[in-house]
């Protein structure tokens, strides 16, 4: 076939370019710099094209391609007219795909579904790691499902790998803007480039990604029946994670655009640290869900080494391409157009790795209680039978105490301000081993941690942790606090706050009544009661849909 890449002397444009001449296509390398477009289509033995996407497409159709590829983006920057080459395309009866990882860009494709079937094209955007690669895993991962309930992935490249100025102004744009998800079922925002987790690549390679946006988001809730969907990017050096952090909470508190000035700075101290870290990265594609032999998670890894990492957003368009008839004319996001078995196949002249683990999920009050969690009522036990993010509403109660010791300890620790009956939610979301307790009060946070650890429970406020007493009495689950610790520093039991902490079953419902007092004097510091019922889903009829799972493939292990 006749492929015309746009961008094809960039990044992710030139590595295409290199896997599609290995694969015989005839391969136009075109752009706006006729130097670097003759350079690389000499240095490939391709042909060359200046064209400029935003100015006059005559000279791309005068060159007859069958294919147009988009690797120029960034595509959250096109402007009023952003399908205006997908238009052209189908106009002239010319296959379309992008490399995008835009999810407003990727979604409104759709407007264009009935024109593309007529032309007898396809036009698919988002042929790159997000959202094909990821959902062509997605579909291997749950052909075997009997419930889907949580798809996370992350995207972690190594330091040394090349960063285009578009991939950098595409992830400055979205830090600190809250990003949509569904999380248990609910529509919800998390602000871009926060709430970091771990992930474990195998072969000894770990590293922190960030939630970020990406058309995942909202497509994989409808194509795979799934409750939650998440997304994290992570660099290598933690210095360029944090500096990523702390503009996201800047931008959080106070919202402002990035000029392109700091994009260029950032590139250039990105130049700077290249010689620090790897050229080692990776993907992890996890589904969380319930199968025949019980509640699992699944995890696709992928591991690219000798720098060949920037290859792998191209190797779905390279896979398509290899067998174009087996795509069905119309314009879509790249979801699940190609099979994993298709994906893996064309990275095997790459040095890149993939294999799938398999782990038994055991919530953790579940590992903590043991037999004694079936004592519980069944309100008891379903609200911690956390396989995936758990969001809970309802309405509370809090008391403060009245000495001044108590005030200070209560605002330190970021307790609740007093109130007689206010609005209270619970998302309980299960990250690195342990869950993430997030309360709001009347919409203001109050976080916590809660860990498995040697036997017992262990419940960690910002610097301070505390060993739980967990048990089963009367049918209730009470929480003393036995033992705590600031940063690694053990606490004596004079500075320990005391708990009367308990769940229980009412009419029905979750309640929970939890009275904290203040160390030394003993005072009353918090006390708050109240219940909780799962949050109704506020995903829309449309949203809740499901598309036909493509059947089970090869999954190389």
């Known amino acids: 076939m006749k492929v015309v890449i746009l961008g094809g002397y960039g990044v992710f444009g030139a590595k295409l370019a290199r896997l599609l001449v290995r694969d015989g296509h005839a391969v136009v390398i075109g752009g706006r710099s006729a130097d670097k477009a003759r350079a690389f289509a000499a240095e490939l033995g391709a042909q060359m094209l200046v064209v400029d996407r935003a100015g006059d497409l005559a000279p791309l159709w005068a060159c007859a391609p069958d294919v147009v590829v988009d690797a120029a983006g960034p595509f959250h920057a096109y402007g009023a007219a952003p399908y205006r080459l997908a238009k052209e395309a189908i106009a002239r ?110 072969q000894g390679i770990k590293r922190r990604g960030w939630m970020i946006g990406v058309p995942d988001h909202q497509l994989f809730a409808r194509a795979f029946a799934a409750r939650t969907v998440l997304f994290r990017a992570g660099l290598e050096l933690p210095v360029m994670n944090w500096s990523l952090a702390a503009l996201s909470w800047l931008r959080g508190k106070r919202r402002f655009a990035v000029p392109a000035w700091f994009i260029s700075l950032l590139l250039v101290a990105a130049g700077w640290l ?139 620790i970021g307790f609740p301000k007093a109130s007689d009956d206010i609005a209270v939610t619970v998302t309980m979301t299960p990250q690195n081993g342990g869950e993430l307790w997030e309360r709001r009060f009347d919409g203001k946070p109050f976080r916590s941690f809660l860990r498995p650890k040697q036997g017992e429970m262990t419940e960690r406020f910002g610097p301070l942790t505390f060993s739980l007493g967990l048990h089963v009495r009367d049918g209730q689950l009470h929480f003393p606090v036995k033992s705590g610790r600031l940063g690694p520093l053990p606490l004596p039991r004079v500075l320990l706050p005391q708990s009367v902490a308990r769940e229980y079953e009412a009419d029905g419902r979750f309640h929970f009544d939890v009275a904290l007092l203040a160390p030394f004097t003993g005072a009353s510091m918090v006390h708050y009661q109240g219940w909780l019922m799962r949050e109704a889903s506020s995903l829309g009829d449309g949203d809740e849909q499901i598309i036909e799972r493509p059947k089970a493939t090869a999954i190389v292990q």
């Open 274 to 412: 290249k010689p620090f870290g790897t050229d080692e990265g990776g993907m992890s594609v996890a589904v969380t869900g319930r199968y025949a032999q019980g509640w699992q998670r699944k995890t696709w890894r992928l591991i690219a080494k000798a720098g060949e990492g920037p290859f792998v957003p191209a190797v779905a368009a390279r896979a398509l391409l290899r067998d174009p008839a087996a795509v069905a004319p119309g314009a879509r996001p790249a979801v699940s157009v190609v099979s994993l078995e298709a994906v893996e196949g064309a990275m095997s002249d790459l040095a890149v790795s993939t294999d799938v683990k398999v782990e038994v999920v055991t919530p953790i009050f579940v590992q903590v209680l043991g037999d004694s969690f079936v004592e519980l009522p069944a309100t008891l036990q379903q609200t911690h039978e956390v396989y995936g993010p758990r969001r809970w509403a309802g309405r509370t109660k809090v008391t403060r105490g009245a000495s001044l010791w108590s005030r200070i300890l209560a605002d330190l």
């Open 93 to 202: 009866s010319v296959h379309y795909l992008d490399l995008c990882d835009d999810p407003e860009f990727c979604i409104g494709v759709s407007a264009l579904d009935a024109a593309a079937k007529t032309a007898g094209v396809f036009v698919l955007p988002g042929l790159s790691s997000v959202p094909a690669i990821s959902s062509a895993a997605v579909a291997a991962l749950v052909a075997d499902a009997l419930e889907v309930d949580t798809i996370s992935t992350a995207i972690l490249p190594g330091n040394r790998a090349p960063r285009g100025r578009s991939v950098v102004a595409s992830i400055l744009n979205q830090t600190g803007i809250p990003t949509p998800m569904p999380a248990d079922g609910v529509a919800t925002t998390a602000r871009g480039w926060s709430q970091p987790a771990m992930f474990d690549l195998g």
